[in-house]
């Protein structure tokens, strides 16, 4: 391989996942709770229906109606791999 071919290789961290993949409505919600999107969470929201993704957003915002949420990034990434939803959404399920 020669110098060349090297300037032409792109590091893995270099490459970002393309936002775009990201729901219009999921992107809003993440902005206006100021949540910084890592590799992480942006992978676990690419990863699964913009409707999950909504409503772990919502248990969040529920958890942090409630109390502080320390660290609301890594709340949102549990979140959408449980499949957390509001308690609200319970409570009219079991109500039904």
Known sequence: MNE???????????IKLPVSE???????????????????LKKAIVSTTDQ???????????AQSKAEVPNPSGFLLKSIKQGWVPS????????K
């Open 52 to 62: 999950k993704t909504l409503l772990a957003i919502e248990a969040l915002k529920e």
């Open 88 to 95: 609200g959404i319970l409570k009219n399920k079991e109500a």
């Open 22 to 40: 990201i729901s219009a409505q999921t992107k809003f919600e993440i902005d206006a709770l100021k949540i910084e999107l890592n590799s992480a």
């Open 4 to 14: 060349k071919d090297i300037s032409k290789i792109t590091q893995l961290k270099s």
